[in-house]
């Protein structure tokens, strides 16, 4: 017979159905131990534990924990050169995960397994120290309480424990149990990784030779990363967030909008937006709350309060980035706080570089627009953070001289050696504080305001729509790919110059060089038609409408020097008071530190304003006793007016450098 294609694809069919009901029948009917004991032949292929083979590997890692005189063990990850001997310790304590910072690629070779943050790669290999990163304690593998920037033991901390001591019982472990080691320890790190540095300077163990704060949280409150002159950080809400409600930072932040202005907005107040993600379960967001002004909390924890009453006996380099986005305020307080206890001028050493907040240990030959000729990063890293790092550590290294300041100077683009700050000359400069006036039309001038000119110039602030602190949409903060938040002190102000509720002054092109050297003081008579006001001064570099080689600058407003002062506390920073309304008032604040030549055929300019959006909270401009908790009926329009008259005249004080005469 012969059968259709079909005929034998459907007999097929229906055996293969038949055969596999027939089993499934079978199967059922069999005992269920019969059924166990044919799995149980499939062991698992995961080992109880994995022994890495490394033998081939240039480093050795050891993991430790170490003990705490409390009885608590801090995880440890120690990397060393294979045939290490006498070598010194570099030594980082985070709360960012060690494991992660050694992890950053699996490899046999030592350099590419530091490359990332808080690591100077080339200067760690190269020169063969040992790296040891450790967690704080209450952080991924650490055991213990985290509590943020834990303060000394004292009345903020009743317990025998701190930052300072868990860094002297950790040296004193590594240089009795690291037989590969001379004895000789160096800390640094950047940002939090910075503040560590601090603590350890006090009560120094005698092992610590020399210290590296990079970028490091100083003062929460007057200008790093929480306050800055009273007005509140809001956009550091999910770091707050991520970094205390668990361990290992497993809980992520949660948005919801693309653009961050709309998410500050909605919520209305910062304290508003916190208790929306339940963030009253963090203590650390409960002490900010309660301490919006600059108390005795605030007070008793700033790290260049309590290093100025400390004597100074580890060399220390002090580094700082002149458009740090997160924490401008620390290093130059620092510096100026550390300066009289360095005696004989020989353990005090300080950098400024052109980098936004850590950006000295990557490539930093640009940073947004700008372009600086050639990778500072990687200058300061070999010419200057090296033979720093010997000359103190390494057994018989040649004892290299590294100026007292390296100061990069920003529109020349060069590295000055210097012997002091601040003093912008090699051979020395005098530093003349020096009125720029804001005056009648929108000028800027170095010639005091007139008997005829206008009294004052005026706009108004809306806090229904504050002015944005860079161009829309905002993004997060963050270091991913993507992410701008890095470059946003170095954004172009255009945006800015031509808004309503923006004051902008400018100068007449300059025919000479002005160069400025150290803190800018804004010097503001102003009022309001409110009972309360921010203000926000920036000074600005405005190139020429064209700019040979490089088009894309022509025109461009550069910060050089911009914060924010939050009016309540022109007075006192810890007891804050409403303001008189239409009262014209003095309102004088610092800006941040500039080493900066504003060069033949530039403009100055000078923007004033009311609100920096949502990077601070926005002020209510009605006096409320906490902004934190401000309702939507509290946030009303004001007029604001600053003055320049004859005998009421605005200005900013400019550190003016100028080359002495021989």
Known sequence: ???????????????????????????????????????????????????????????????????????????????????????????????????????????????????????????????????????????????????????LHGPLNPSPVDHSTDTYDTIDWLVKNIPETNGKVGILGISYDGFTPLMALVNPHPALKVAVPMNPMVDGWMGDDWFHNGAFRQQNLPYIYEQEATQKNEEKWWSGVHDDYDLYMRAGSAGELGREHGMEQLGFWKKLIEHPSYDSWWQQQAMDKILAAQPLKVPTMVVDSLWDQEDIYGAPALYKALKPKDTANDKLFLVLGPWHHGQEIEDAGTLGALHFNSDTGLYFRQEILRPFLARYLKDGAPQSEVAPVNAFETGTNR???????????????????????????????????GKDDTAYDEYVSNPAKPVPFRARPIQPV??????????????????????????????????????ISGQPIANLIASTTGTDSDWVVKLIDVYPDEVAGQPAMGGYELMVAADIFRGRYR???????????????????????????????HKVMVQVQSSWFPLYDRNPQTFVPNIFWAKPDDYRKATQRVYHTPTQFSFIELPVATAKEK
Request: hydrophobic letters at 40%; charged letters at 20%.
């Open 1 to 151: 017979m012969i059968c259709s294609v079909s005929n034998i694809r459907a007999w097929v069919r229906f055996l293969a159905t038949a055969t596999f009901g027939v089993l499934l029948s079978i199967s059922a009917q069999l005992p269920i131990a019969a059924q166990k004991n044919d799995n149980s032949t499939l062991p698992g292929e995961t080992p109880a534990h994995f022994q890495p083979v490394t033998r081939d590997f240039d480093f050795e890692r050891r993991d430790v924990m170490i003990l705490m005189r409390d009885g608590v063990k801090l995880h440890t990850v120690i990397l060393i050169p294979r045939g290490a001997k006498n070598a010194p310790i570099l030594l980082t304590r985070t709360p960012y995960n060690a494991d992660e910072l050694v992890s950053h690629r699996a490899s046999s070779h030592l350099g590419p397994v530091l490359w990332g943050y808080d690591n100077a790669t080339e200067v760690i290999v190269e020169d063969g120290y040992i790296r040891v990163l450790q967690d704080v304690r209450g952080k991924y593998n650490s055991e213990g309480d985290y509590v943020m920037t834990r303060p």
């Open 478 to 515: 963050g270091y991913s790919d993507g992410m701008t938040w890095a470059e946003w002190l170095v954004d172009d102000q255009r945006e800015a110059s031509g808004r309503p509720d923006v004051l902008t002054f400018i100068s007449d092109e300059l025919k000479e060089p002005l160069k």
């Open 571 to 601: 007075e006192s920073f810890e007891n804050p008071k409403s303001i008189p309304r239409d009262t014209p008032l003095v309102y004088r604040f610092a800006l941040p530190t500039a080493n900066h030549v504003f060069l033949p055929g």
């Open 415 to 449: 590295w000055l050696k210097l012997s002091s700050w601040p003093s912008g000359c090699p051979s020395g400069c005098t530093v003349k504080p020096t009125p720029l006036y804001l005056a009648a039309g929108l000028r800027l001038s170095f010639a005091a305001p």
